[in-house]
């Protein structure tokens, strides 16, 4: 694996040069280097960073509602280095998609651990909810074939066994799949009933 791209958030430019200085010595390529009244979104879109290091003394709202912006539509690992350590300025932090918060700010010899911790941790969390959206959509999927058995059935008059064959031979037939084929069949009857 290459370096990973780096884009620094942060207010003071003096500090921003030191913290781009370390990270090039521990291997990392910094792409930019924003402030944090920058449109975060709209520059991870275009830059597409592996990792996000924001530095502030001591995140606000306004911050932090760009952090949860970027997780929501552009998900990477947010390491956050700042002096506040107020428990529900953490909490705040970690719900807005900070993979790793650090108090007492950047320190060059932390730099490798906590990237390498944020970026496991981030990975761990994207394999969570990936696993946690696949049961959703099995669950999901699951009510849409119930229902267009529950249709065939009342329509055929015949068991659950049968109606899911019509289903899966109906599939079969126009080369769909099976699930596809149970929305057409709740989408008919709906369209039928009005």
């Known amino acids: ?11 003071d430019s003096g500090r ?3 913290l781009e200085r370390a990270l090039k010595d521990a291997g990392y390529e910094v792409v930019a280097i924003l402030s944090s009244h920058d449109n975060l979104l709209m520059h991870i879109e275009k830059i597409q960073p592996d990792v996000i290091i924001v530095d502030l003394e001591s995140p606000n709202r306004d911050s932090l509602e760009s952090m949860r912006i970027v997780t929501q539509h552009n998900p990477k690992p947010i390491v ?3 002096n506040e350590a107020d428990d529900s300025m953490i ?14 700010g950047f320190n060059e010899s932390r730099i490798k651990p906590i ?6 941790r981030f990975r761990e969390f994207q394999a969570l909810r990936s696993e946690l ?4 959509d099995t669950l999901e999927e699951r009510k849409i074939m119930d229902r267009a058995k529950g249709i065939v059935m009342s329509q055929r008059q015949c068991n659950e066994d049968e109606a899911y064959k019509t289903i899966r031979s109906l ?3 126009n080369n769909k799949r099976i699930i596809e084929v149970a929305e057409q069949i709740i989408s008919i009857t709906g369209a039928l009933k009005n």
């Open 133 to 136: 959206q696949k049961t959703r």
């Open 80 to 82: 956050m280095f700042t």
């Open 16 to 18: 921003s040069i030191i």
């Open 91 to 104: 909490s705040e932090a970690i719900n807005a998609g900070v993979s790793a918060y650090v108090v007492d």
């Open 115 to 120: 990237m390498d911790v944020a970026i496991a």
């Open 171 to 173: 599939a079969m037939d």
């Open 1 to 11: 694996m290459g370096k990973l791209n780096v884009t620094i958030v942060d207010d």
